[in-house]
């Protein structure tokens, strides 16, 4: 970390902190697009991150296995520093923060090695593909005495940010349940290519869309809900063999959708539905159906539409008629002021000013490590065909 000293207008000063960031595996989809160019790259753009009087400023080395796609994207964002020894970016003292976007089987022992360099870690998730390495990793973050933080990034959508809002202004009462849709058709790779890399769909490469997915809806029902206490868990693998980069068609031996349903500690049911073999016929990619005494919203990823009670029509259902309704129709759009920013950008913000100010982040390794007990609890269910109790985890 450096502080440095600049002119800010003619009148006054403001420090420069600069933050030194070590971002591995960010040539693959996710890191590259959402974490170094649309987060990383977007807060040096926009001059860093202001405080008050102070300025924090990432500075990031790229790392990994491909020196090729290294070089491109190092040239792509203006001669970025690259490398593909991590151990010298580990030792150098001018970058404190370690970032890891890797497949998921790399991500415990290269994130170890930061920790035991000294540096600060924030990591994709999940976080380690048991519970046992992703507590372990906490608790080597904790006993190194180095902040640490996990991607939670659908917190900062517009959509679960708008539903934040209604919540605050107890706009549903009590909630009853919660019912969520995620997922869409990734082609088999047969006639068109797949739009994910192939590793999803391998069991001995960290695949499978339960230990993908679990890991996000336990952090969007802990944070909005309820803490989770229990799941009951259905995974499937629809399509059977796919074709990879290269075009060559692999068996494919992990689950490409699940449906699940969680139970929390403040009452709420929650139903989650996520699928890489579904065709999308809703608003959003995502979205969320709030039930509650006062009212009903449903959020996607941008948009939120409310509908109050009393605003709410009196149904009959008389199969003779057919739909005489456009149920739409009931609904109103909230409107766009709350909500802005990429969520992964927004997220980035708030560690790169825990790390420099010490402001509060409480998204950390153990968060992380509670996604993956969920998925891995889930995973239990699935084979058990029962009611599982996820138990706090310390």
Not at 366 to 388: D, F, N
Request: with cysteine.
């Amino acid at each position: 970390m450096f502080i440095t000293g600049i002119l800010k207008g003619a009148l006054h000063f403001m420090n420069t902190i600069t933050l030194g960031i070590i971002m591995n595996g960010v040539t693959g989809r996710m890191g590259m697009n959402q974490h170094l160019l649309r987060s990383i790259m977007a807060i040096r753009e926009q001059g860093g991150v202001t405080v008050g009087d102070t300025r924090i400023l990432p500075e990031p080395a790229l790392t990994g296995r491909n020196p090729d796609k290294l070089r491109a994207l190092a040239d792509q964002c203006g001669g970025l520093p690259w490398t593909t020894e991590l151990d010298a970016l580990l030792a150098d003292k001018g970058y404190p923060i370690y970032f890891d976007a890797q497949t998921t089987l790399l991500r415990v022992a290269s994130t170890k090695r930061a920790i035991a360099a000294g540096k600060h870690v924030y990591c994709e998730k999940p976080t380690a593909v048991n519970t046992a390495e992703a507590l372990e990793l906490y608790h080597c973050a904790e006993k190194a005495g180095v902040k640490h933080g996990v991607v939670q990034d659908k917190l900062w959508l517009p959509g679960l940010l708008k539903l934040k809002h209604l919540m605050d202004t107890n706009f549903f009462g009590r909630i009853y349940s919660v019912r969520g849709e995620f997922g869409y058709w990734v082609f088999t790779g047969h006639d068109v290519a797949m739009q994910r890399p192939s590793w999803n769909y391998r069991k001995s490469e960290g695949g499978g869309i339960i230990l993908d997915m679990l890991c996000h809806w336990r952090y969007v029902v802990d944070n909005l809900f309820g803490n989770v206490n229990g799941v009951s868990c259905l995974g499937a693998t629809h399509v059977e063999k796919r074709c990879d980069e290269s075009g060559n068609e692999f068996n494919v031996d992990t689950d490409d959708a699940a449906y699940a349903a969680f139970t929390t500690d403040t009452g709420v049911i929650c139903q989650f539905n996520s699928s890489w073999t579904t065709r999308v016929r809703r608003d959003d990619l995502l979205t969320l159906h709030v039930d509650g005494e006062r009212g009903s919203a449903v959020a996607g990823l941008t948009d939120c539409h409310v509908q109050p009670a009393a605003a709410t029509p009196r149904y009959v259902w008389n199969p003779d008629l057919g739909a005489t309704l456009d149920f739409r129709d009931a609904w109103m759009k909230m409107p766009p002021a709350i909500g802005g920013d990429n969520a992964f950008k927004a997220q980035w913000e708030l560690f790169l000013k825990h790390v420099a100010l010490d402001a509060p982040f409480r998204w950390n390794l153990l968060e992380g490590a509670k996604g993956v007990q969920l998925a891995e609890l889930g995973i239990e269910s699935w084979r058990r065909k029962a009611w599982v109790d996820v138990p706090t985890l310390e």
